[in-house]
């Protein structure tokens, strides 16, 4: 570090002031910021250096230190044409020397004085800064000796036609596009950018440039689109409605990547006529940024429907012709406050889906809200664009819904509006968040890359999902499979209801509000007292509630507030009295029975969950448990008396057959809330604790997660319970094993196949068992798991086939972006060819190399990999 600052410093003063380090004469006392090296000259040697580098920065020794001047300072002259020299059609160029400089005034830029050329002080904006130079003027006879042609000829675009005294080098201008295109400079912060470059510490010294960078910049960008796409070398034919603008190189465009014949080539691949298709998306943006400055009159004039935006006065009149329809997803912008300034709320636009690119001329302006007209615009111009031959296409669309019932009859009833003729349109419907993942871009420079990767996942895609397909297959019975085939064909052909069988079609085990309900339906039999189901859900109930009590208590801190201390006091007292009450409901439900010791439900330490470590179950000790608990018995720690407390006692038959029953119940429905929780736990996790970007969002998400464990804690405790009470209430013990097994903490995680549709391999039998089975009857039981391999076998191989025609797809795509880049290259070859112009062939050749050398570099990165028809 040192020893560079110690360098950068010896920079600051000249190796050598006594010689120019040039002539080896005169005294070195200048040097050039903007050269290499350490180099001094001399006045005339540093001028004479720099006559072909006018923006280089050069300081002056003033003894003590180098100062900044300028070239302009220094009497350098740029004179325009010949090589740098004098026109040679100026009697004396250096008779200006010896007028006085105020004598400038009284001349206009072509005058002359003694037969010379009086120079013109002319600002120039360079990428390096802003500079001043004195500039003369060719003489010679014809039109090019007009000053703005001049400077133009110099790489120089001037600000004005008539007296220009402000001129742009291309290299700027060229470098504002790119900062505006990558970096979204604008133009007020990019010129303030040059005039800190050219004075760091007085940037307010510098002219101001801005508004004239407005106007040239908007100039040069219509003259380059313009050259790009080949307008310059025909001045017969004119751009005509997005012609300036870019459009998806892999997408399918009649004419341009694909071959004459493509249709009767595809007719004889059945399997790939639905790959020609358009797939478009469309959203919209309410923030208005557009609007915060009114839309230069110069752009509409240059480019007006020329580019990604639809042209102005068509799409008027649409809008005043058009009946208005809004969406009843209408979003008002907070800056439709200030109605008076305000021209739109926002834009729509149409974009291929698969790629994420603008379809030329179909990017509309909003009027105080999205209507049904602005997109009707935007979709009708983008279907038929390129669209010669092409009959499907799909339009995604979150609003879909409501803008797709009248749309062909407002396009029917509009005069400006057209769809191509026996076009079979989809429609689906997703949220605007697809919009963020196809990443919405206009085409800066044709690359492969996406396409490539596309290519590996879809290759991927196929290895990962046929391999468990396969192995599901085989362990399935051949009939059955036979009989799936059938029914996913006729979905295909039919779809509607007929997708259908991609869900369960089994009822779910009855939960505990039907048993309920059936044996309340029961209770004026022989066999049965009125209220004795209520009175066994009270008691049920009961037994939840000591449940959440004991949790409660967990839950408090070691250093309890004497307010918790009292909640915990109070909800105590009233369990202990509901308690009571149900305990003399008792006597009455058993007519006076001496009835045995009351059960009392004890906390499975493994299931408790300490509430500080979302991925696990804590541990809870007996001494934390009884933390708050005296030596009386509290309502937590009570014995709650029920039939399954004491299965041999007699004449107590129809009230234990009730309470199995509603043990069922109750288990049926914890295992539904059970894995209902897991489910929402495994989502919290996956898309929004481990997505988290704030401290704010993750602590939200940690605290929805430890609430889901909290009842899964609840709903397994309270499963066991209804499974300890069905044991004791003399259930068989092998129909109990094989509906109601016991929980381990092991089967409480979260696997991919319940959590993520799209993953391969949900049919395997790696799954819980309360995944797998419904809880029914034993025959239930087989009926349910041939429901689920069927569920699965379809699914797995809707994946499979899902990813075969992604990699089918993406092999067309690879060869239509080839064909994209060969169209260009073959028209600019015949613009070469056509060309009379030397300048114009040369740029024409210089572009068939440019799109040659995409043509090598797409097939060198595809290797083979595309389908080529």
Known sequence: RDLYLDILLDLEKPSDVSQCQSCQIGEGKFCCLTCSGDQTFCRSCIVNAHQFLPFHKVQEWTGKCFNDTSLEELSFIWYMGHGGQPCPFSDDMHAWENIPMDAEANFSPMETVHGSTIPTKLTIVHSTGVFLHNVVWCSCPGVDCQQHLQLLKAKLFPASTTRPQTAFTFDVLNHFLIDALECKTSASSFFEKIRRMTNNCFPDTVPNRYRELMRVSRLW?????????????????????????????????????????????????????????????????????????????????????????????EYQTHLSSAVESKSNHRTVNAANISRSNLRATGVGATACARHGCFVPHSIVDFQKGERHMNIDYSICNALNYHSAGIDSSLIIYDVGCQWSINFLQRVAQSKGLSVPENMH???????????????????????CSTLLKKYKRALKGVDDTKSPFDELTLSLDPEKISIWKIDEKKAMEQRGEYLDIYQ???????????????????????????????????????????????????????????????????????????????HETADAMTAGMDLGTATVHSDDPRFCYAGHDENGWGEVSDEEISEYIDEEILAEEMGIWMPSSDALAL????????????????????????????????????????????TWAGTRSKQEAQRCQLKIDKCVRSYQRARSAMEGLGMDKATLGSLYQPISPTELSIDKEVTEENRFGQGSDRLAWFWRGNNASQGQDDAWIDEFYRVNWLKAKARWNRWQEELRLVRHEMGWTINWFKYHQNEWERRGGQATRPGHQAYAYQQVLMWGRFVEEAEKNFNGCQFIL
């Open 651 to 694: 004449g107590l038959g129809p009230l234990q057959a009730e309470e199995l029953e509603l043990r069922k119940g109750q288990a049926n429905d914890c295992l539904e809330k059970l894995r209902m929780a897991l489910g929402h736990k495994a989502i919290i996790y996956r898309q929004y604790f481990r997505s988290a970007n704030s």
């Open 221 to 313: 960008r219509d003259l380059m689109s313009r050259k790009w796409f080949g307008f310059a070398h025909n001045d017969e034919q004119k751009p005509d409605k997005g012609d300036l603008a870019w459009f998806c190189p892999a997408c399918p465009q009649p004419g341009i990547n694909l071959p004459p014949d493509w249709q009767a080539r595809y007719e004889r691949q059945p399997e790939s006529c639905w790959l020609v298709s358009q797939r478009y998306v469309v959203d919209r943006n309410f923030t208005a940024q557009h609007m915060v400055m009114r839309k230069p009159q110069l752009d509409i004039s240059l480019s007006d429907g020329l580019g990604y935006m639809v042209k102005d006065q």
């Open 425 to 447: 349109i989809g429609l689906d419907m997703l949220m605007g968040r697809f919009w963020r993942l196809c990443g919405h871009h206009s085409i800066r420079s044709p690359n």
């Open 504 to 582: 369960l079609q089994m009822n779910k085990a009855p939960t505990m509000a039907e048993i309920r309900l059936k044996l309340t339906e029961s209770e004026n039999t022989d066999t049965s007292k009125p209220g004795t189901v209520s009175w066994l859900i009270t008691g049920i109930n009961l037994e939840d509630l000591q449940d959440g009590l004991r949790a409660d208590i967990r839950q408090l801190p070691t250093d309890a507030t004497p307010g918790q201390k009292v909640s915990i006091e109070e909800k105590r007292q009233r369990l202990t009295a509901r308690i009571a009450k149900f």
